[in-house]
C-alpha cells in the first residue's frame, strides 16, 4: 500500500514532537511555570515569523502550484497584534523583537517565494501545527491566564476556516493531489524542507528557554 504524501510529511517529524513538547520553555508554559510576559516572548517570536509566512503567501497568491496553499482565512498578523497588545499593552511594538533563531527562520522563509514546494513545506509546518497541537495549547492557556476570545490567545483561534477537521482534511487532500503530481526527486526535496522547517521552529524555542532563564 503507497503511503499518501500528507502522511509521508506527517511521519517527516513525528518522531521529534514528543522530545520538543516534553522538556524546555513549551514544558514549562503548560505546567504554568512561566509568567504572562514569558508566554509573550513566544507569541512575539510567533508574530515575526507569520509575517514572513504570510508574507510569502501573498506573494504567490497567483502561482499555480503554491497558490492551492494560499488561504487569506489564516492570516495571523491581526491576531498576533491583538494577542500582543494584550499582554504587553498598547506600547507592544516597542517591546517585542525576533531573535537570532526567529531571524534565520524568516530568512529561510523568504527564500521560498523562489520554491513553490518550499513555501508548502513551511506552511504545512506552521499553520497543521497550530490547527492541530496549537489547539489544546489554547485551551491550557485559557485556564493559566483566562484568556477569552478579544486578545491573548487569538492566534489560535481560526474561525474563519470554520470547521477545523474538515479544513484539515481539505489541506491533507490537497498535499496528497500535489504529491501524485511531483517525482520523487521533489518530494525528498519538500520532505527534506518540513524537516528543516521543523527544526528551525524548534531552534526558536530552544533559544526562549535560554532567555527565560537569564531573566529568572
Known sequence: M????????????WGDHESAESEGYLAELMGGRLSEH????????????????DGVSKELAGHPVAGRFVFPELYREPALERDLATIYGPAWRERVAPSKATRTLQAR????????????????????GDLSGGQFIRMELQKIFGYRPGGGV???IFDEVGSLPRFKDDYRARLDALGAELDEREQRRIIG???????????????????VRAAA
Open 154 to 156: 487569538d492566534f489560535y
Open 38 to 53: 514569558e508566554y509573550g516572548e513566544m507569541v512575539a517570536q510567533h508574530y515575526f515569523a507569520y509575517l514572513a509566512l
Open 109 to 128: 522563509i523568504h527564500q521560498m517565494t523562489d520554491w513553490p514546494g518550499g513555501y508548502i513545506a513551511h506552511h504545512y509546518t506552521r499553520y497543521l
Open 193 to 211: 524542507e518540513v524537516r528543516l522547517a521543523y527544526q528551525l521552529n524548534t531552534e526558536v524555542l530552544a533559544e526562549l528557554m535560554h532567555v
Open 2 to 13: 503507497t503511503t499518501s504524501f500528507s502522511a509521508t510529511l506527517r511521519a517527516a517529524t
